[in-house]
């Protein structure tokens, strides 16, 4: 169709039907999704004992290239909102991410957010997650290699805490201040050990809006 797409190659799962019915299973769920800052997944293929699908090809580059430089205050807040938004639409379809990390988040030539492979990593018949990276990855997962529905905001609260530590410091007085407490605060909560403890990713949603509303009458000086 004369359209530029973007590959995700997955070595050694095609020459095993189960496993590449498994791959199947999961594009065919990530297809459902649809919403601005999610990668569109478009089809499936093998090649040998190699597993490929498509996806739409953005201009851009990885979150965790983009945080080697600083960024601004306006960048985190918006990111952090179309990322919760964006696992809140996986929710709405009951999919989890399973594998939240910078580098499955590209930030594109308009710096929005698009976050890629939801659902790839998740076995739908067993609940068992299959990828995530040990940094990012929820204790609960690691200890029974199941997610929960609060695992995902585990991970997102990790992801924010790197973006955070890359925050350039806007002035010295008190707004700085407070604006970064607030949200070590509401990261604190995302990634609390006890699932059941966690911010929902409703409630970190409304924390994000409440930031612009209660942050705008500070005076940026002691």
Not at 102 to 117: M, R, Y
Not at 189 to 207: D, G, I, M, V
Request: glycine content about 6%.
């Amino acid at each position: 169709l004369d359209v530029k797409v973007a590959l995700k190659v997955i070595e050694g799962r095609a020459s095993d039907p189960v496993k590449m019915q498994t791959i199947r299973n999961e594009v065919n769920s990530a297809r459902q999704l649809q919403h601005p800052n999610i990668i569109r997944v478009h089809d499936v293929f093998s090649d040998g004992d190699t597993a490929f699908f498509t996806m739409a090809f953005i201009e851009g580059e990885p979150l965790y290239t983009r945080i080697q430089r600083s960024i601004s205050r306006a960048d985190f807040d918006k990111w952090q909102q179309q990322l919760i938004e964006a696992l809140l639409a996986c929710k709405t379809v009951g999919i989890k991410h399973g594998d939240i990390k910078p580098d499955n988040i590209l930030v594109d030539h308009n710096a929005d957010i698009k976050l890629i492979d939801c659902g790839i990593g998740q076995s739908a018949a067993s609940g068992v997650q299959t990828s995530g990276h040990q940094g990012y990855t929820a204790p609960e997962v690691i200890q029974t290699g199941k997610a929960s529905e609060h695992s995902d905001t585990y991970s997102l609260g990790k992801v924010l805490e790197d973006m955070l530590s890359c925050v350039e410091k806007e002035g010295a007085g008190i707004s700085h201040f407070l604006w970064l407490k607030k949200r070590k605060t509401c990261i604190a909560q995302l990634t609390h050990r006890l699932p059941a403890k966690r911010l929902t990713l409703e409630q970190a949603l409304n924390a994000s809006a409440l930031y612009d509303n209660t942050s705008a009458n500070v005076p940026n000086k002691t």
